[in-house]
């Protein structure tokens, strides 16, 4: 076996279907949803659907052990109940955390109490003392600092913000940190919590959907919003057999370009997209035959899904591989999706199905080719249960940053 291959040795997840891989793994073969009308967040906006993780802080910080007056942010402890998990199955305790280097991507990080101490200093004036408790954590390394400090001390932590691609390119740093020998393992992925502020901000952009959303779908109307966290524990194939750790796949692959053709629009051409997957294939070694399944970014918006198709079309031609956006059972985590999603690749590839694409009815028209196949996977279409060894998952954010990751067994 060659010894530079990066493995993945531990996985955590926590979405709004499940907290933990088998609740997870439960939800997306019995196709439960996640989205619902809004429950936990301290909104006006009650009509918007949503994908929030079904528990309170308060219940968090209980399965944590941590003390109810702990100031303590939504995204952090969701970010702390998929480490736990995380690195639980690859085995690693306090005492190898400082070899290892912790990557968290955000963008929310504590803006679910910063912007509530403003609401509350209007309403009558706070403690002497009472903004710093609200505010410390406002920004994206404070959150992921107070993830990191519940384990214990890591050898290096950081925090990624490149919108809707922080949690993918999270993981494509530690790849590159393992490959130039400077860590031979790191944990990555992301943690984001549901905030007035970004629920509002894509409000105001137009482009969230009443009802639950259907990505990949002629009749799309935009996006669901979610929150949740994921993590992978990556390492050397050398470092992994030396401890003799399970390898639950194998990162062999990765892309990531920015095309800036808008602050938040997706460019038509899907020229951004196209190049990271295509990174993500040469960096592997493949052609586009090899792969069996793409998840797709497919956040139901009507600008990025069609745009991803063309992408996907001109790297694939007419026939696509089977392809899905797992964004119907989870809404969109935002900065946490390319990590929730590679988990749920990986849970593909392990228990071999396909994650299908809820609230699909019909197929998006390509104008350029009508012999284009975009019908995406579905319970009727193609069940569940399918040969899946190679997968490519996709993570685009704002400005056209553009990540892919490949994964196999």
Do not use: W
């Amino acid at each position: 076996m060659q010894k530079n291959r990066i493995v993945i040795t531990g996985a955590g997840v926590i979405s709004a279907i499940g907290v933990g891989k088998e609740e997870n793994l439960r939800s997306l073969q019995s196709c439960a949803e996640g989205v619902a009308p809004v429950r936990y967040l301290q909104t006006e906006h009650t009509e918007c659907m949503v994908g929030e993780v079904k528990l309170t802080n308060e219940e968090m910080m209980d399965r944590l052990g941590i003390p109810g007056t702990t100031p303590v942010v939504r995204t952090s402890l969701l970010g702390m109940m998929a480490l736990k998990e995380a690195l639980q199955e690859a085995g690693l305790g306090q005492e190898d955390l400082s070899q290892m280097a912790f990557i968290n991507g955000t963008t929310v990080g504590g803006m679910d109490k910063s912007e509530q101490f403003y609401l509350d200093f209007l309403k009558e004036p706070v403690e002497p003392n009472a903004p710093v408790a609200y505010i410390k954590s406002h920004d994206c390394g404070s959150s992921t600092d107070m993830i990191a400090d519940y384990f214990g001390r890591f050898g290096m932590t950081t925090s990624l913000s490149t919108a809707c691609s922080s949690a993918a390119n999270a993981i494509i740093l530690g790849a590159r940190m393992i490959a130039s020998g400077e860590y031979e393992r790191v944990v990555v992925g992301g943690a984001e919590c549901l905030s007035k502020f970004h629920l509002n901000g894509f409000n105001t952009l137009m482009i969230l959907d009443r009802e639950p959303c259907r990505p990949m779908d002629a009749t799309r109307a935009g996006l669901n919003l979610g929150e949740g966290a994921a993590y992978l524990v990556m390492e050397s194939e050398a470092s992994a057999q030396e401890r003799g750790a399970k390898v639950l796949g194998v990162l062999s692959g990765y892309g990531n370009a920015c095309d800036a053709f808008h602050q938040t629009a997706s460019s038509p051409d899907g020229i951004g997209a196209y190049l990271a997957m295509q990174q993500a294939l040469e960096k592997a070694n493949l052609q586009p035959l090899d792969i069996d399944y793409i998840n797709c970014h497919g956040t139901g918006t009507p600008n990025n899904d069609p745009s991803e198709l063309k992408a996907m079309h001109r790297l694939f031609g007419n026939i696509l591989p089977p392809f899905s956006s797992t964004k119907g059972f989870t809404g969109h985590t935002t900065s946490a999706s390319g990590s929730i999603e590679a988990v749920f690749c990986l849970l593909a590839l392990q228990n071999q199905f396909l994650p299908v694409n809820l609230h699909f009815v019909s197929p998006i028209c390509d104008e350029e080719n009508v012999s284009a196949v975009n019908v995406p996977v579905t319970a009727t279409t193609q069940h569940l249960q399918q040969p899946v060894h190679r997968v490519l998952c996709n993570a685009f954010g704002f400005g056209g940053n553009d990540s892919s990751i490949l994964l196999e067994l």
